[in-house]
T-cell receptor, first 112, second 112 residues
Framework: EAGVTQSPTHLIKTRGQQATLRCSPISGHTSVYWYQQALGLGLQFLLWYDEGEERNRGNFPPRFSGRQFPNYSSELNVNALELEDSALYLC???????????FGSGTRLTVV | RKEVEQDPGPFNVPEGATVAFNCTYSNSASQSFFWYRQDCRKEPKLLMSVYSSGNEDGRFTAQLNRASQYISLLIRDSKLSDSATYLCVVNGVTGGGNKLTFGTGTQLKVEL
């Protein structure tokens, strides 16, 4: 069974540009979660999607947005990139209910 | 008060030692609890779920005390390969959904 897949693995952007990160959940998982992890820091919750709808949002500015498609894959968009957006962006998926998440290997975004 | 609190460490222990990590959580309505392991610059991976009766998986034992809102992880006979950051994870019941809150992690370094 394929795990959670994220693309691209690495992304280098210039300040002010936009970045699009993609995530495909495990087959059968309807919930997708996005986290940001800056170097040396903990996971910061960004967004949660379930059945195509945004369920919860972390304490991030509106330039962080996303969506979930009918096939449950998801996209994270970051507009007007700032240097401090450089981080590992992790996507996770789960079944509905009190289950653990399975993470993808992440997209490492570098803003220069 | 943070939703999930852990001692950041690092815990430096010799190979073969027993080490214990503790974690407290603030949401008394939480239903599920987990320990994740994260290697440097990698995605977190589920180590084990934590059940009220306590559970064991090889050298790892997890305990939950709902009254004190406290979770522990015990690692016996530490191996060099156990060196990682251990994340305490608690779910928050949000509209019937499953949003996990991750602690900032406890770093373990197992030395020769």
């Amino acid at each position: 069974e394929a795990g959670v897949t994220q693309s691209p693995t690495h992304l280098i952007k210039t300040r002010g540009q936009q970045a699009t990160l993609r995530c495909s959940p495990i087959s059968g998982h309807t919930s997708v979660y996005w986290y940001q992890q800056a170097l040396g820091l903990g996971l910061q919750f960004l967004l949660w999607y379930d059945e195509g709808e945004e369920r919860n949002r972390g304490n991030f500015p509106p330039r962080f947005s996303g969506r979930q498609f009918p096939n449950y894959s998801s996209e994270l968009n970051v507009n007007a990139l700032e240097l401090e957006d450089s981080a590992l962006y992790l996507c996770a998926s789960s079944l509905r209910g009190p289950y653990g998440y399975t993470f993808g290997s992440g997209t490492r975004l570098t803003v220069v | 008060r943070k939703e999930v609190e852990q001692d950041p460490g690092p815990f430096n222990v010799p190979e073969g030692a027993t080490v214990a990590f503790n974690c407290t959580y603030s949401n008394s309505a939480s239903q599920s609890f987990f320990w994740y392991r994260q290697d440097c610059r990698k995605e977190p991976k589920l180590l084990m779920s934590v059940y009220s009766s306590g559970n064991e998986d090889g050298r790892f034992t997890a305990q939950l005390n709902r009254a004190s809102q406290y979770i522990s992880l015990l690692i016996r006979d530490s191996k060099l390969s156990d060196s990682a950051t251990y994340l305490c994870v608690v779910n928050g019941v949000t509209g019937g959904g499953n949003k996990l809150t991750f602690g900032t992690g406890t770093q373990l370094k197992v030395e020769l």
